[in-house]
């Protein structure tokens, strides 16, 4: 990522030297929509990392295992009223 932005600088000092009318100079606009775009990805990031990135992992996780060390419960009662009945 500093690799890039280092870039921007370099395109950013390039499109200075342009003349006014010159399409490429709005390359000059374009920190502030990479910085809004790099909050953005880093807040939909750290959001996923809260809610986990697979079903073990974060909030899902969390959910998860109460409902997985029930199951072996739930399976032993329905048996067992399966064969009382």
Known sequence: ?????????????????????????????????????????????SAQKLIGFNENDGLQGKLRTPFTRRRPAQNTISRDWRFSC
């Open 1 to 45: 990522m500093n690799t890039a932005v280092g870039y921007l600088g370099d395109i950013e000092r390039l499109a200075e030297t342009l003349p006014e009318k010159d399409p490429l100079r709005q390359a000059s606009s374009f920190r502030a929509v990479i910085n809004s775009y790099t909050t953005r990805f880093s807040n939909v990031v």
